[in-house]
């Protein structure tokens, strides 16, 4: 009997679940550029040695299983990798360790989330540096961290519970500096309740993004003390930490479903180099002082971007002051039921001109349209770990003749199993992607109503060929449903990429619209498009290497993606959480991470007529148009996003080497454009600067758009940082204009976007041609930023 068969067979006799579904089904996942042909991705702690039994120490145990197979290890050479992939479970149980477990690049630890596992500290864990850390993820040596923290890219930690209670001071839980697609979820952190313990469930210094959610933090000196450029969190609960949040710097972040329950200090942003916070849909009860912070509230001073602050649906109980500024306590509860604070801004906001500074806010600054909304709160969803489900749901793509190796022809076999898990739906099945890299040389298309989870975010769906070849012909790699079909999808934990000269792929289109009959709208959690800069791509720094010292040099085999994601006129109800389309700008398996020059069109662009989109810890970078376009849609929930303008600009310029506009898209015409807007040069401003480069962000003839931190960078031009240098450069930028804003129609409304902030713009918003919002009157602690723009 075949294999799907038999999952329909178990399917009808299924009454129970015995066990998680991850620690019973075949293990097949390959590292399919990996030269071991042993290298085993999926990785069992108890098979190597592990016991769990709350008493046995088990660090060398674990820490054998994440380092199995010769991986991308600390202190080494290697700063990155894609082809040692793994995947580190826990079963249920309680793992003593004595000594830091050593997470090492493109590991994922994941415990069993039907008995939670716990992680505990020994009284006598080892110190390193003064610190105990019960997960070390970049060591810190005396030549600085194993990896750059802006280069930690493809981690994962989830469904733990992390026990430091029996441990002595100054233990951390998880030391987690980070980037791009990574992320934690579903960890409970367990802490000391002494006063003044040093214990910190998360501590993170730098990086450039990443994705926190459904975390609950216990005690603690600090729950977790944060620092990063951007980054999202959601559904964080703290209880009785003396700091839930300790800041130590940031560009912006956004702190969305945030709980804060009987602590001292709520979030301390007090840090000289934070730069905003937005919080939406939180509540604080039991907290003495729920924000505190050195801003200002009376004048912008020197820096009005410095300590900027959106508040939206939050509820403060039992709080003595809900904001201790520099000037005092400025706000607090009036009655004994406490304060709903609908919507409140601190900082400059531009209506749609200014800047005027203020501490306050109409509530027509927040439209909160209800469509998106799942009650009094913006819709959320968690990423499905199929808890409910036994291994004998679970059909493989291997069971379809799906080789993953990187080499066959996938193209057939990847058909045929997602329309057999369309097919049955119903049934309950689950499509699991072991492992591997699917070269595909025609369109995979996913029908309506499919199940779909890759493994250890190394199940690669890879274009090639001369089918995606052509500028003049493009196709999808990756289609989702058909222009007018409807239907449901979850799909979670994989990437699309493609692979040589493929300057014709569509990575993803999205057709799909929600149908009356679906209880939640479709979802994408921890999918990535990832184009470039990987073993397997030829598209590495031997293949693609920089041409700074050359003019408008571009090699075609270099140009190998034509749109990033696609979600087309009809699709709509969408969530997507935690997704980074990247076009590579350096190649992670070389130790020196050299940069490289790879070409692709454009990035996410959404035209959903009816929308209904939420875009959830977003980054979209180094697409040669532009970053997000949003075109003709409506009700669309964004926070945060984040881009980078590509790092060969203007050496060559937008739109080189996709000369010709496409109309069907709306691209945009940067010759025409940049020539009615005076080229580079700004009016107010006195110096110029490349007015061909990639937009970070375009919404045209749009309405209902809410964005809650916007980071827009350009940082380098033709390879060269200069035009970047700060903090508060006055003297170079690296491009004119950074966001584009027009209202054709004049149909648009409820246009909102909270904290924009730009790097290497002269203008941070272009309005109806008008550049509105100069980057000069907004200085910040790196670049420069503005709590509120609204048309």
Known sequence: MPAWACVLLWASLLGSVAAYWMEDIAHQGLASFNSNPNYHVFRNVKDYGARGDGVTDDTAAINAAISDGDRCEFYGECHGATTTPALVYFPAGTYMVSSSIMQTYYTQLVGDPTTMPTIKASADMATTGGFNIVIQTDIWTDNGPSYQPTNIFFRQIRNLVIDTTSAPNN???????SSQATSIQNVVFSMSQVTDSGHTGIYMEEGSGGFLADLVFYGGQWGATFGNQQYTTRNLTFVNCQTAIQQLWDWFWVYKDIVVKDCGVGINVTGVMVGSAAIVDGLFYNVSTAILSERSTQSPGEAPGEGTLVLENVIFEKVNSIFQG???????????????????????????????????????????????????????????????????????????????????????????????????????????????????????????????????????????GPGFSSKDDPRPVVKVGAPGESGYLEWSDMIVSTQGATSGAILIEYNLSGCSGCLEPAGM??????????????????????????????????????????????????????????????DIEDAASTQISVYGGRGLLIESEAGRIWVVASGVEHWTLYQYQ????????????????????????????????DTNLSDPDFPSECAALNGGHINGSTIAAPCEMAWGLRIVDSKNILIYGAGLYSFFNNYSTLCSIGPRNPLTKCQSRMMWIEDSSGASENVVIYDIYTIGAISMVTNNGDDAVLAFDNWNSFGESITLFKP
């Open 326 to 464: 520099h000037d005092g306590s400025l706000l607090s509860p009036q009655g004994s039921n406490g304060a709903l604070i609908t919507g409140m801004i601190l900082g400059n906001v531009y209506i749609p001109y200014g800047p005027e500074f203020v501490f306050s806010g109409p509530n027509d600054w927040f439209p909160a349209p209800p469509i998106l909304k799942e009650g009094n709160k913006y819709y959320t969803r968690s990423k499905p770990q199929y808890e409910d489900k036994s291994a004998q749901m679970f059909v493989s793509a291997r069971s379809f003749g799906a080789k993953g190796d990187g080499s066959t022809d996938d193209t057939a076999a990847l058909t045929s199993f997602f329309a057999f898990l369309s097919q049955n739906f119903g049934n309950g099945v689950v499509g699991f992607v072991d492992a591997g890299y699917y070269k595909v040389t025609d369109t995979i298309y996913i029908p309506p109503n499919t199940r779909i989870v890759g493994e250890a975010l190394a199940s690669v769906i890879m274009g090639s």
């Open 171 to 177: 233990t951390w839980g998880i030391h987690w500096p």
């Open 525 to 586: 959690w921890d999918v990535h498009v990832r184009v470039g800069g990987f073993a397997g791509s030829q598209l590495q720094a031997s293949d693609c290497p920089t041409t700074p010292d050359q003019t408008n040099v571009i090699n075609p085999n270099c140009i190998a993606a034509y749109l990033g994601m696609h979600i087309t006129a009809l699709a709509n109800d969408l969530y997507m959480e935690n997704n980074w389309l990247w076009v590579a700008d350096h």
């Open 630 to 661: 949003l075109i003709n849609t409506q009700n669309i929930w964004m926070g945060q996003i984040q881009t980078e303008t590509p790092y060969y600009q203007p050496n060559p310029p937008a739109p080189f080497p996709f000369n010709d506009i």
